[in-house]
């Protein structure tokens, strides 16, 4: 079975520190890679998306992502972050020949202190 | 465009009962999927459907299941509800394109106790 794993469980930070959470998969084909974010009771949205192409993505508010393919890696990275960023990170992955089966990370809390 | 909808929002329930849980997604999408989302667990996969069809399944025991009708709308069915069951079930749809380049949409889920 593919696995998604995120080392960082908890992450806290001051405003305008930078962010890096790491997100590594097991499948060694073609994959698609996402990360979502899941504010306090809000629903979980789409923060930026890989499919193809350039391996650096850039997403909504400011988030980045790198894929590195010889790391079969996808870090999400932010140079500053402030107090809203305060959610919980889930990195996802669909693999080639089944692309509607989404395999999720067991996600990142992240606390910004203001 | 609406959004997923999920109902009921919140749900007690005791041991023993079953429950059915709803989902409606966003207008277009065909592939619905389900997942249980707990506390330091992430996001595990319940199933996926397609046009009426379970097209794939996570590693979720028989009392564990669901459906998709014509519209696409989606329910999903927990049996003999267990304490280990309580969770926040989360609906997401997508458009299924055959690119491949899908991305998921997520309601905001049932908040599932189980006493």
């Known amino acids: 079975a593919q696995s998604v794993s995120q080392h960082n469980h908890h992450v806290i930070l001051s405003e305008a520190a930078s962010l890096e959470l790491g997100c590594n998969y097991s499948?060694?084909?073609?994959?698609?890679l996402f990360w979502y974010v899941q504010y306090p009771g809000q629903h979980l949205q789409l923060l930026l998306k890989?499919?193809?192409?350039?391996?650096l993505v850039k997403g909504i508010k400011g988030f980045e992502a790198e894929f590195i393919k010889s790391k079969f890696s996808f870090n999400l990275r932010k140079p500053s972050v402030q107090w809203s960023d305060t959610a919980e990170y889930f990195c996802?992955?669909?693999?080639?020949?089944?692309?509607?089966?989404?395999?999720f990370g067991s996600g990142t809390k992240l606390n910004v202190k203001p | 465009k609406a959004g997923v909808t999920q109902t009921p929002r919140y749900l007690i329930k005791t041991r023993g009962q079953q429950v059915t849980l709803s989902c409606s997604p966003i207008?277009?999408?065909?592939?619905v999927s389900w997942y249980q989302q707990t506390p330091g667990q992430g996001l595990q996969f319940l199933f996926e459907?397609?046009?009426?069809?379970?097209?794939n399944k996570g590693n979720f025991p028989g009392r564990f299941s669901g459906r998709q009708f014509s519209n696409s709308r989606s329910e999903m069915n927990v049996s003999t509800l267990e304490l280990g069951d309580s969770a926040l079930y989360l609906c997401?749809?997508?458009?299924?394109?055959?690119?491949?380049?899908?991305?998921?949409?997520f309601g905001p889920g049932t908040r599932l106790t189980v006493l």
């Open positions: 997401a749809s997508s458009l299924d394109r055959t690119s491949g380049r899908n991305e998921q949409f």
């Open positions: 499948y060694g084909g073609t994959v698609n």
């Open positions: 890989y499919f193809s192409g350039d391996p």
């Open positions: 996802a992955v669909t693999i080639l020949y089944n692309f509607n089966k989404f395999y």
């Open positions: 207008s277009g999408h065909r592939s």
């Open positions: 459907y397609f046009s009426e069809t379970q097209r």
